[in-house]
């Protein structure tokens, strides 16, 4: 059969974005940086000696957490299917003595570690993330918080068994699923975080930055059945469900005029109809929405059910909404400025100065299901640096980094954040106050599994 095509000699390639305001975004973000004063923190809290062990102890374990990095990077596994990832992280323990339970709370690839210091006391968890991405493979880093969570947990390990010890616990989760999902969320409802009074973890990134904006997410469906005709002969006798999401698709375009700035929707339209010739019956859109904070989050899913609506009503077809299709809603990060104090006062040790909130744009905001931790309990999310600044996460540029010369003393630098956080936590009982004292003044904690109800 002959080729058909017309060629083009016009055929353009994709435009390629100007980056004059994300070059914009990083230079006001840099004026940020050096007009903000340094944050005055405490050095530390802990005797210097005690302080000294945990990081020589994180520092020791570093051909450990370089194998867990390198192993992980050159293994990507998606969300719930690391197997190998969490048996590989279960293994490193067990070599320190650690007993972990695989497949803790029901969920197959997460796992549970603890360690006991002087009797009864707080309890701190150190969330541990492995999954990576479809396709290319770890660039979101997360190889690189398992190495530092594994790390900062066995780091602590001989200081909770001395006679010096601290009452309470330290929980070492791994949390598997977190990329297009909500791993922590199922967690949480299995009762994970039940006897747990705070959560800590680590996220590598382009810069160091002791809190950056995150931003709640919902996944949503939209499915519209019309009816369907011969295009040509009786389409009048149709109702086109392709029409529906096509409104709706502009619906949404216009609502963003009106939205909060860093709402975020974006929408995809995954079936839409069989041939040309027949009034499409059935098209189905896929969408994600985001905001900064649970009850914007709550405002926008009101606003896009009638963008949905009205497609329907236009069009005379009918809609059906599925929301959190597939994945539980992740809430926003709620950052627990005293514990993030902790953190600053840690990387300062390991000669790195995290930026303090603000300076990094909002523009730039992802989501986590971690925010829906840190909605149960104070947490924090902090950010350290394993790539050049403007290398963006889930790039293949991010990958590279979150496998390359940084990534390693970023795990390790991150095991003694963590590490010195959780310990200042159990030991110092102002630090706990001024914790719990700044949850409750947030609003304390939220029944998420309803919030959305
Ligand atoms: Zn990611
Ligand atoms: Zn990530």
Not at 60 to 88: G, Q
Not at 261 to 286: K, L, N, Q, Y
Request: proline fraction near 8%.
């Amino acid at each position: 059969m002959p080729d058909m095509t017309v060629p083009d000699a016009n055929a353009a390639q994709p435009a390629r974005p100007s980056t004059a305001y994300l070059d914009h975004l990083f230079h006001e973000s840099e004026e940020r940086r050096r007009s903000a004063p340094p944050a005055d923190v405490a050095p530390s809290l802990l005797p210097a000696a005690v302080a000294d062990a945990v990081e020589r102890a994180a520092e020791a374990l570093e051909p450990d957490l370089r194998e867990v990095v390198e192993r992980l990077h050159a293994d990507p596994e998606p969300a719930w299917e690391e197997h190998r990832s969490a048996a590989l992280l279960v293994e490193v323990l067990a070599r320190h003595g650690i007993d972990a339970e695989l497949g803790a709370h029901g969920v197959p690839t997460a796992f549970r570690a603890e360690l006991a210091g002087a009797g009864d006391g707080p309890t701190i968890a150190i969330c541990a993330e492995y999954d990576a991405l479809p396709v290319i493979g770890h660039a979101c880093g997360h190889n690189v918080i398992a190495a530092a969570g594994v790390g900062a947990f066995l780091a602590l390990r001989g200081v909770l068994a001395s006679a010096g010890a601290p009452a309470g616990r330290v929980v070492l989760l791994g949390t598997p699923a977190e990329e297009g999902s909500s791993g922590k969320e199922v967690l949480a409802r299995a009762g994970a975080f039940d006897d747990v009074d705070a959560a800590i973890m680590v996220h590598p990134y382009g810069q160091d930055v002791a809190e950056q904006v995150w931003l709640g997410r919902r996944l949503l469906t939209w499915t519209f059945t019309g009816r369907p005709a011969h295009a040509s002969a009786q389409p009048f006798m149709g109702r086109n469900a392709l029409d529906a999401a096509n409104l709706a698709y502009q619906g949404i375009g216009l609502l963003r005029q009106q939205l909060p700035p860093v709402d975020r929707v974006h929408a995809t339209v995954v079936e839409g109809g069989t041939r040309p010739s027949i009034i499409t019956e059935r098209a189905v859109m896929r969408l994600y929405a985001r905001s900064k904070y649970p009850d914007t989050l709550r405002d926008l899913s009101a606003r896009l059910d009638d963008v949905a609506r009205g497609a329907a009503l236009m069009t005379g077809t009918e809609v059906e909404i599925v929301w959190d299709d597939g994945a539980l809603p992740s809430l926003p990060v709620r950052t627990n400025a005293a514990l993030t104090e902790r953190w600053v006062a840690a990387q300062r040790r390991r000669g790195r100065d995290p930026l303090p909130p603000g300076v990094v744009s909002e523009t730039l905001a992802a989501s986590t299901d971690f925010g829906n931790v840190s909605f149960r309990v104070p947490g924090m999310h902090p950010l350290i640096q394993v790539s050049a600044p403007d290398v963006a996460l889930h790039t293949a540029e991010f990958a590279d980094a979150a496998g390359g010369a940084a990534a390693v003393p970023a795990a390790v630098d991150g095991a003694v954040g963590l590490a010195l956080t959780a310990l200042e936590y159990l030991t110092d009982d102002a630090l706990r106050t001024a914790v719990h004292d700044e949850f409750v003044a947030h609003g304390g904690p939220l029944d998420v599994p309803t919030y959305f109800d």
